[in-house]
């Protein structure tokens, strides 16, 4: 087993209570708990023997067990024939060496450090000595006496800045602290009493596994056969995977020439080749569930057993391919005998009526009733849930149900969907249910999502139109139905989008005649001055729209931002007016048609309310101006534009203001990227609105020169 130290369960005797440390241990390693420290600084060392001895048996391979301290223990345990993997020392314990030649090159050795000293000591230890530092405290703690001054999460992560190994936080830890210590570079979280002290261990250990790995997707691997029609085996598995919520991966145990209407050969590659694929993703990925399919013989499944006792995967579900759909069984005595052997260490096995009845070693179930008797008794034999479904059943309904040792755990039945598209439905089944529960849920929950994702499938199984025969399920229906297939764009590339459709509009302003004799001094005063006008009463009431979408504003920098874009609209644009038209002219002009069309564009958007749209709409009064200051500057439009004796030169250097092009990038940066994280239709209507005042920016001009614009 590789050395996965981020579950790392320390127990205490006192805080098990009477249930005792064995029981804390089993359900926190069924949790998900990847190593196990016995801890107890009252016991002797022959009891301390007897410990170790039981929580080997206890923990069966599926975690790490190491000992505080007692290094002399370890090795005793060993020789009684307990698995115990290493020791972890404190800085007045054993030597680490004397650890390490004793327990050999393999074991895993760990040591406490909580002072720069310590790292020093360790760094200049033979390689290979110690595998990882135990550092704490992160909390004050009373289940260590004596203990250093707590250093929280921000102490802890400058102090192993410089550790030479991996290092396990421990001290107080809670669920709140695991996800700052992963970000800090913790290898793992040591927990003693908020796991060993837990009403339920196990759930604690799985909320604890759960923080610790975040957001992210379980990975998931199926071991099955590979169905070339894409509706079962491999295929299948890796679609349900996909479809709630997982990573998916797949060690391929047969080759099958088949079609939605049956199957023409099977090849079964070498089991060395199996087990082959089986390690390299055990070296490299920590799997979180297992789902086992199509299994051909006794020696793909030996194969298959000793992988899961030698890595133990948190979760396996075990889908029994036993028997066609003809009735025949598809496993010769030897094989059906050695996947019973595969019951034990799987979580649930997911059989239908033939199957149950063949691993029971009973004549199949006459009725539901009995199917029920049946998987309980199973479920007593071997230790392991039954998922037992009533499909083969000849009823209206179709009815499934979770059964334990005492019955059923959960029972669900729904009206049967009437299909030819139930290829595959075992293999999805159980993939689904295997990423359910890697994702958190209980059993119960994990079969109730697991199965209403299925019969959605099924129902729109048919829409695929694969094959002639019995077709495929639907997989991703419903995240199509919800979700569509539509990419979502980065704020960059929606602003490269909608600057390129645009390109028509810019187009039409350079070739303005109003732009174009701008820039080389020879538009007539009057054309300037009515162009001025129009331009006051515009920013006077762009500054209440400005002012709205900073009201609208879903966070405090944007709401500042805006709020500053409007009063720059009015101390700062005004003013400069008011040097060009005395303050008297400044809004004496009537407002033209194309200044009453872009503010009732604007007013109407605003009046709207959804601030997306609304900064959609300002955008291009930032945006094209910006860009058209930019060239005049440099000198795109002629060197006249640069020239200090300029009639315009004043105003020219309006557009060109850095202050105003950092703006624009900020404003850009905020409209872009609402777009981004909205929905489609949203960001459809964002662009409508943008595009819109685009081409009143156009409009606005040509005003000044309406003949002249005319002739274009």
Same mark, same amino acid.
């Given at each position: 087993?590789?050395?996965?130290?981020?579950?790392?369960?320390?127990?205490?005797?006192?805080?098990?209570?009477?249930?005792?440390?064995?029981?804390?241990? &089993?359900?926190?390693?069924?949790?998900?708990?990847?190593?196990?420290?016995?801890?107890? !600084?009252?016991?002797?060392?022959?009891?301390?023997?007897?410990?170790?001895?039981? =929580?080997? %048996?206890?923990?069966?391979?599926?975690?790490?067990?190491?000992?505080?301290?007692?290094?002399?223990?370890?090795?005793?345990?060993?020789?009684?024939?307990?698995?115990?993997?290493?020791?972890?020392?404190?800085?007045?314990?054993?030597?680490?060496?004397?650890?390490?030649?004793?327990?050999?090159?393999?074991?895993?050795?760990?040591?406490? %450090?909580?002072?720069?000293?310590?790292?020093?000591?360790?760094?200049?230890?033979?390689?290979?000595?110690?595998?990882?530092?135990?550092?704490?405290?992160?909390?004050?703690?009373?289940? !260590?006496?004596?203990?250093?001054?707590?250093?929280?999460?921000?102490?802890?992560?400058?102090?192993?800045?410089?550790?030479?190994?991996?290092?396990?936080?421990?001290?107080? $830890?809670?669920?709140?602290?695991?996800?700052?210590?992963?970000?800090?570079?913790?290898?793992?979280?040591?927990?003693?009493?908020?796991?060993?002290?837990?009403?339920?261990?196990?759930?604690?250990? #799985?909320?604890?596994?759960?923080?610790?790995?975040?957001?992210?997707?379980?990975?998931?691997?199926?071991?099955?056969?590979?169905?070339?029609?894409?509706?079962?085996?491999?295929?299948?598995?890796? !679609?349900?995977?996909?479809?709630?919520?997982?990573?998916?991966?797949?060690?391929?145990?047969?080759?099958?020439?088949?079609?939605? *209407?049956?199957?023409?050969?099977?090849? +079964?590659?070498?089991?060395?080749? =199996?087990?082959?694929?089986?390690?390299?993703?055990?070296?490299?990925?920590? $799997?979180?569930?297992?789902?086992?399919?199509?299994?051909?013989?006794?020696?793909?499944? #030996?194969?298959?057993?000793?992988? =899961?006792?030698?890595?133990?995967?948190?979760?396996?579900?075990?889908?029994?391919?036993?028997?066609?759909?003809?009735?025949?069984?598809?496993?010769?005595?030897?094989?059906?005998?050695?996947? #019973?052997?595969?019951?034990?260490?799987?979580?649930?096995?997911?059989?239908?009526?033939?199957?149950?009845?063949?691993?029971?070693?009973?004549?199949?179930?006459?009725?539901?009733?009995?199917?029920?008797?049946?998987?309980?008794?199973?479920?007593?034999?071997?230790?392991?849930?039954?998922?037992? !479904?009533?499909?083969?059943?000849?009823?209206?309904?179709?009815?499934?149900?979770?059964?334990?040792?005492?019955? %059923?755990?959960?029972?669900?039945?729904?009206?049967?969907? +009437?299909?030819?598209?139930?290829?595959?439905?075992?293999?999805?089944?159980?993939?689904?249910?295997?990423?359910?529960?890697?994702?958190?849920?209980?059993?119960?929950?994990?079969?109730?999502?697991?199965?209403?994702?299925?019969?959605?499938?099924? &129902?729109?199984?048919?829409?695929?139109?694969?094959?002639?025969?019995?077709?495929?399920?639907?997989?991703?229906?419903?995240?199509?139905?919800?979700?569509?297939?539509?990419?979502?764009?980065?704020?960059?590339?929606?602003?490269?989008?909608?600057?390129?459709?645009?390109?028509?509009?810019?187009?039409?302003?350079?070739? =303005?005649?109003? $732009?174009?004799?701008?820039?080389?001094?020879?538009?007539? #005063?009057?054309?300037?001055?009515?162009?001025?006008?129009?331009?006051?009463?515009?920013?006077?009431?762009?500054?209440?729209?400005?002012?709205?979408?900073?009201?609208?504003?879903?966070?405090?920098?944007?709401?500042? @931002?805006?709020?500053?874009? /409007? *009063?720059?609209?009015?101390?700062?644009?005004?003013?400069?007016?008011?040097?060009?038209?005395?303050?008297?002219?400044?809004?004496?002009?009537?407002?033209?048609? +194309?200044?009453?069309?872009?503010?009732?564009?604007?007013?109407?958007?605003?009046?709207?309310?959804?601030?997306?749209?609304?900064?959609?709409?300002?955008?291009?009064?930032?945006?094209?101006?910006?860009?058209?200051?930019?060239?005049?500057?440099?000198?795109?439009?002629?060197?006249?534009?640069?020239?200090?004796?300029?009639?315009?030169?004043?105003?020219?250097?309006?557009?060109?203001?850095?202050? @105003?092009?950092? %703006?624009?990038?900020?404003?850009?940066?905020?409209?872009?990227?609402?777009?981004?994280?909205?929905?489609?239709?949203?960001?459809?209507?964002?662009?409508?609105?943008?595009?819109?005042?685009?081409?009143?920016?156009?409009? @606005? @001009? /040509?005003?000044?020169?309406?003949?002249?614009?005319?002739?274009?």
């Amino acid at each position: 087993m590789s050395l996965d130290l981020s579950l790392y369960l320390v127990t205490d005797a006192a805080l098990s209570g009477p249930r005792g440390v064995a029981v804390v241990v &089993a359900e926190s390693v069924a949790g998900g708990a990847r190593i196990v420290q016995l801890r107890d !600084k009252h016991a002797t060392d022959a009891e301390v023997v007897e410990q170790l001895v039981e =929580l080997s %048996a206890v923990i069966d391979g599926r975690a790490l067990l190491v000992v505080d301290d007692r290094l002399d223990a370890a090795l005793e345990a060993r020789r009684r024939g307990a698995r115990v993997d290493g020791v972890h020392v404190g800085q007045s314990d054993a030597s680490v060496l004397d650890a390490r030649a004793a327990l050999g090159p393999d074991a895993i050795v760990g040591l406490t %450090a909580n002072r720069p000293e310590h790292l020093d000591a360790a760094r200049a230890l033979p390689a290979g000595t110690v595998d990882y530092l135990g550092v704490g405290v992160v909390h004050p703690t009373t289940t !260590k006496a004596n203990h250093p001054p707590a250093l929280g999460v921000d102490g802890w992560a400058a102090f192993t800045a410089h550790s030479p190994l991996p290092c396990v936080a421990i001290g107080g $830890i809670g669920l709140d602290d695991v996800a700052p210590l992963r970000a800090a570079g913790a290898a793992g979280v040591a927990v003693v009493s908020a796991i060993c002290a837990a009403d339920d261990p196990r759930a604690t250990s #799985r909320a604890f596994l759960r923080a610790w790995h975040g957001g992210r997707a379980p990975r998931v691997l199926s071991i099955a056969g590979s169905d070339p029609s894409g509706g079962a085996g491999i295929q299948a598995d890796l !679609k349900s995977i996909a479809a709630n919520g997982g990573y998916g991966m797949a060690a391929i145990t047969a080759l099958t020439a088949q079609s939605t *209407q049956g199957v023409r050969s099977v090849h +079964v590659p070498p089991a060395d080749f =199996l087990g082959e694929q089986l390690d390299a993703l055990a070296d490299d990925v920590d $799997i979180d569930a297992v789902k086992i399919g199509m299994l051909a013989d006794a020696e793909i499944i #030996r194969t298959v057993r000793e992988w =899961l006792d030698r890595v133990r995967p948190e979760t396996v579900v075990l889908d029994p391919v036993m028997v066609a759909t003809s009735g025949d069984r598809l496993l010769d005595a030897a094989a059906e005998d050695a996947l #019973r052997g595969l019951l034990p260490l799987a979580d649930v096995v997911t059989p239908n009526l033939p199957e149950l009845a063949v691993l029971a070693g009973e004549p199949q179930a006459g009725d539901w009733e009995q199917a029920l008797e049946q998987a309980a008794r199973l479920s007593e034999r071997y230790g392991v849930l039954v998922l037992v !479904k009533g499909g083969h059943l000849d009823s209206a309904d179709a009815p499934d149900a979770l059964v334990g040792p005492d019955g %059923a755990l959960a029972a669900f039945s729904d009206p049967r969907i +009437v299909t030819d598209n139930t290829h595959g439905t075992g293999c999805s089944l159980s993939s689904a249910l295997a990423s359910r529960r890697a994702r958190g849920a209980d059993w119960p929950t994990a079969v109730a999502e697991a199965r209403a994702w299925l019969r959605e499938s099924i &129902a729109a199984g048919s829409d695929l139109d694969v094959g002639r025969g019995h077709g495929p399920v639907s997989h991703f229906a419903g995240l199509w139905a919800r979700g569509g297939i539509d990419t979502v764009p980065t704020a960059e590339r929606v602003a490269d989008d909608w600057w390129q459709r645009i390109a028509g509009i810019r187009r039409g302003i350079d070739d =303005l005649p109003f $732009i174009r004799a701008l820039a080389d001094g020879t538009l007539p #005063r009057d054309a300037f001055v009515f162009y001025l006008g129009q331009d006051a009463l515009y920013l006077r009431e762009y500054a209440r729209v400005l002012a709205a979408a900073a009201s609208l504003a879903p966070t405090s920098t944007e709401q500042a @931002f805006w709020a500053q874009g /409007a *009063q720059g609209a009015i101390a700062g644009e005004l003013e400069l007016h008011e040097s060009w038209l005395s303050e008297e002219r400044t809004f004496a002009a009537d407002p033209g048609p +194309v200044t009453t069309a872009y503010l009732d564009h604007l007013r109407s958007v605003a009046f709207g309310g959804d601030y997306a749209e609304l900064v959609a709409a300002v955008l291009p009064c930032y945006w094209l101006y910006a860009d058209l200051g930019e060239r005049l500057g440099a000198g795109d439009f002629g060197a006249h534009a640069l020239d200090p004796d300029h009639p315009y030169a004043s105003w020219l250097a309006t557009y060109a203001d850095p202050a @105003f092009a950092e %703006a624009n990038r900020r404003a850009i940066a905020i409209v872009t990227a609402a777009a981004a994280d909205a929905a489609p239709e949203t960001r459809a209507r964002m662009y409508a609105a943008f595009e819109r005042a685009a081409q009143l920016e156009l409009d @606005f @001009f /040509a005003a000044p020169l309406p003949e002249a614009a005319a002739v274009l």
